[in-house]
Each structure stands twice: as C-alpha cells, then as structure tokens.
C-alpha cells in the first residue's frame, strides 16, 4: 500500500498445467454455480421435496448459467466480431467474456426446464435459487478483482485502487487510483444474500408469498449493478458514444420485473411454503 491507495498487483493465475493457465476467475465461476446448487438442494430437503427432485438442479443451472453467460457477452459487448468468427464463441472462451446478464437470463430458462422436468411451480424455484444468487454474484466479482478487470473511474478515497497489471488502468488512468468496483458490487450482492436469508427463514410471509423472493433478489442485484455503473469503466467501445452503458440498459427490464413480482406477489393470498410435485397418471405394468 501506498499513501491513500492500494497497488493491486494480484496474479491472476493459481497455476498452470501443461502451459495451460488456470485462473482464479474460473474458480470463482464455479464456485458460484456449486454453492448456488448446494443452496437449492438444501432448500428442498428443508421443505420436504423427494431427493430426485434435487438431483437434477446442478446439471440444469450449471449448463444453462454458463451458456447464458458466454453467449451473452457475445450478443451485447462483441456482436459484430462474434458474427465475422463465429466459432471463437466456444474456441476464445478462455479469453475471457462472460457477462452476468446472459448467466441471469440463462438461469432463468434453466430453471424452466428443471421446473418442467420436476412438475415443480416456476415462480417456487425462482424464489429458492435467487437467495444464493447473490453470493454466486459476489464472488463472480471477486474473480473480476483478481483478474484486475471491471474497475471504476479515478478517485482520491483512500480505498482507491491501483491496478498495475491492468493494461487498461496504464493506458487511461495511472498514476491515479481509481473505485474498486467490484468490491463495492460484492458487498452489496452479499448484502443482497443476508436480506433473502432473512426473508426466507425469518419471515414466514415472503416464503408463502410466490415471487417476492425473486422480486427482492432482482432488484438488490441489478438496481446496484444500475448505480455502481455511474462509476465504472466502459466495457467496449461503443458504449462511449450510449447515453447509458449496455449493463444499465440491460439492468432495467430486471428491475422492472422485480418491482412487478413483488406486487403480484404481495397482492395474491398466502401459499403453502412447499409445493408437493405435481403427478402424472402411469399405466399399471405387468
């Protein structure tokens, strides 16, 4: 540390094996989807659901999460190279280029199909998996830390940050320190986290009210990501010329949707807490 700053020199990688570098941000995103899992699996046992109904729930949200993410990064930031070479989508993945907003959206129909395929209400799921999102977001963040990447505007606080091993910072920003973005997104998911927890074990209201845990987690994760944007760094280019950056735009149909479940939620009678399975008719073997 330096006199009101920090010097961030953090090597990304853990370690390598046969030149191939594993980074810090690959484990974050994994542990991410692993706790989201454990999470979900916890949550339907407490609520008495039947072990198969949680065995699928790691393939479904890992795959589509993922998906979502990459897929996402190459639709919004990068469309038109990702169009000119299409297959760098799978081949440039360890390039980086995830975006959070795909991961949400792919989560999203990843927990359609687990829903589907468990007979399970939708709105049920999204309530239970939005709890955790917030520490899967938090640490997302922390590898976005570790890789020196995402980071904020100049600032003189004394928790600025100087990201020595960031092109980016060298060329537009240094000597100054500049917002730990990522931090502060971190902190905020997490406090995200805490409110759903006590939502969901302490007030037994928001449990029986489908969609206000998902409304809740919707608007704690993406009104923040709306706000710390003011202060963050572009992610393309284009995005100088955009009157808000594409994280903002794409923040705001979430929020809205927060805004709206929790009002459907609040204004619908009180629901059992755990829905059993719904059953189909089976013809009798012989």
């Known amino acids: 540390m330096h006199m009101l700053t920090v010097v961030w020199d ?3 990688v853990m370690f390598r094996i046969f030149g191939l570098d594993i980074r810090y941000y690959g484990l974050m995103w994994m542990l991410a989807i692993l ?9 339907c046992r407490r609520e008495g659901l ?27 930031y990068d469309t038109m190279e990702y169009l000119r070479e299409p297959w760098t989508i799978i081949t440039g993945i360890r390039d980086g280029g995830l975006a959070s907003h795909g991961a949400a959206l792919g989560l999203l129909l990843g927990l359609w199909l687990f829903s589907r395929r468990n007979r399970l209400p939708y709105i049920w799921s999204l309530d239970r998996i939005m709890i955790p999102v917030g ?26 940050f100087e990201f020595v091993r960031s092109y980016k910072w060298m060329a537009e920003y240094a000597p100054s320190a500049v917002h730990p ?19 969901y074990y302490r007030r037994d209201m928001a449990r029986r009210r489908p969609g206000v845990l998902f409304g809740v987690g919707l608007i704690g994760i993406f009104l923040t990501r709306f706000f710390i944007e003011f202060i ?18 794409l923040s705001i149909p979430f929020i809205l949707l927060g805004v709206w ?11 059992a807490a755990a829905p059993a399975p719904r059953k189909t008719d089976k013809k009798t073997k012989r």
């Open 10 to 12: 953090f090597d990304p």
């Open 35 to 43: 706790i989201g899992a454990l999470f979900f699996d916890r949550f």
């Open 232 to 249: 963050k760094t572009e992610q393309s280019d284009f995005e100088l010329t955009m009157s808000l950056y594409m994280g903002q735009w």
């Open 181 to 199: 973005t990522q931090i502060y997104e971190a902190l905020c998911y997490l406090a995200t986290f805490g409110l759903l927890c006590w939502l």
């Open 261 to 271: 479940m929790i009002w459907r939620g609040l204004k619908r009678p009180a629901t």
């Open 135 to 160: 520490i899967g977001g938090a640490l997302v963040r922390l590898g976005n830390l570790f890789n020196s990447e995402i980071f904020g505007t100049s600032t003189s606080l004394p928790w600025g």
């Open 50 to 76: 039947p072990s198969k109904v949680v065995d699928s729930i790691f393939w479904y949200g890992t795959i589509a999460t993922i998906v979502g993410a990459r897929l996402g990064h190459c639709l919004f």
